[in-house]
């Protein structure tokens, strides 16, 4: 099995911000009658821009060196990203045709910011950097928290 590098590792996490951007805007756009959804997917959308700046500068701060263990790091990197919704058949912008109601965007978030947040764990464990990709992981998990407050008026 190829290993990635660590660079590679962090044009992933700018990749999987920008396809978070992506995916708020549009469901931003798509539910824009109600203004509380709206509003929520821009706030994320907002917030998925500035973790790609982070990961860009990241990416010039890091080396070429691989870290310790990396061998066991680029495995797991390599399960989360050939998962569904980074590589896998339902990758994240082709399944956005499913997305048909409020409660399909939130479940859909929840599970790509759950990938997302299992990414970065990764991620993290990976680069000297690791207070910079601590603030990521922390403002994912605010993420989830804001999603499974929302998705609660679905249910209740």
């Given amino acids: 099995m190829e290993k990635f590098s660590i660079r590679e590792v962090v044009e992933q996490a700018v990749r999987t911000e920008r396809l978070g951007y992506e ?3 549009s469901m931003a756009n798509r539910f824009e009658k109600n203004q509380g959804l709206k509003s ?3 706030t994320l959308a907002g ?3 500035v973790h790609e700046k982070t990961f860009l ?11 310790e263990k990396w061998d ?6 390599r399960a989360i990203v ?12 082709p399944s956005l045709e499913k997305v048909k109601t409020a409660e399909d965007a939130v479940n859909f978030a929840m599970g790509f910011e ?10 993290r464990d990976a680069v000297k950097e690791k207070d910079m990709v601590e603030e990521i992981i922390n403002e994912e998990r605010s993420h989830i928290m804001w999603l499974a407050k929302f998705g609660k008026t679905f249910t209740t």
Avoid: C, Q, R, V
């Fill in 82 to 93: 050939e998962s569904e919704f980074f590589l896998g058949k339902n990758k994240a912008l």
């Fill in 114 to 123: 759950k990938e997302t947040l299992l990414h970065f764990h990764g991620l």
């Fill in 40 to 42: 929520l997917f821009e």
């Fill in 23 to 25: 995916f708020y805007t």
């Fill in 47 to 49: 917030k998925e821009l």
């Fill in 72 to 77: 066991e790091i680029s495995e797991y990197m």
């Fill in 57 to 67: 500068e990241l990416k010039g701060l890091i080396g070429d060196e691989e870290p």
